[in-house]
């Protein structure tokens, strides 16, 4: 059988690609702006003090740098040697996909996708994974701790025995940090209720 039907060219496949994950997002957002109410959510960006949003935006981009590094240098140590930017670009599709997806571990998926699509074994992908979990969260807790030095009424010592028994890494550095809203740093911290 003869097939009169071209193969796509690389940018053609490129382009669907990319109109797909146009599609996927902007669905998203969609769910997302149908879910709330969006007149409070806009007064709440109008009165954010430009400064504070950029000095955020950069140490976010900072904290995700260390973490793309941190994750090259596990993952270099595994025999598996990628750019900065393919850590950089991993680490922000993992953010992407935590925020969207109901559970924590979606972004870790999508990383050891990204590793496996370069011809590295699955399962070794997911040890580095593994390790770079444990290392941030031994950070975080260090950082606690030193917040705790530094500050003990705001991080009491009962806060970081109570965190220990949270479930996810993420949130029992969070409980350190925030002390379950025990501490008396301020009104912000305590409102969260964790």
């Known amino acids: 059988m003869v ?10 496949v490129q382009r669907i690609k990319f ?8 669905s998203i957002l969609a769910v997302i702006l ?6 409070p959510a806009w007064q709440v960006v109008l009165d954010a003090r430009p400064g504070w949003l950029l000095l955020a935006l950069l140490m976010q981009f900072g904290s995700t740098a260390v973490s793309a590094y941190r994750w090259q240098l596990i993952m270099r140590n595994l025999g598996f040697g990628q750019s900065f930017s393919f850590y950089w670009n991993s680490y922000f599709k993992g953010m992407f996909f935590n925020q969207g997806l109901p559970t924590s571990i979606g972004g870790d998926a999508l ?16 040890y580095g994974i593994a390790i770079d979990r444990i290392t941030g ?3 975080l807790l260090l950082l ?21 028994g949270c479930r996810q890494p993420v949130y029992s550095a969070l409980r350190v940090c925030l002390c379950s809203g025990d501490c008396h740093c301020s009104t912000v911290m305590r409102s969260l209720r964790f």
């Open 34 to 39: 149908r879910s709330i109410d969006v007149r």
């Open 144 to 164: 606690a701790l030193v917040a705790h030095l530094v500050n003990p009424i705001c991080c009491p010592s009962k806060c970081i025995v109570r965190s220990c």
């Open 111 to 126: 990383r050891v996708l990204d590793v496996a699509a370069r011809g590295f074994r699955k399962r070794d992908a997911l």
């Open 19 to 26: 109109l797909i994950r146009l599609l996927v997002s902007v």
């Open 3 to 12: 097939s009169f039907a071209k193969p796509l060219s690389a940018i053609a």
């Open 137 to 139: 969260m031994g950070a």
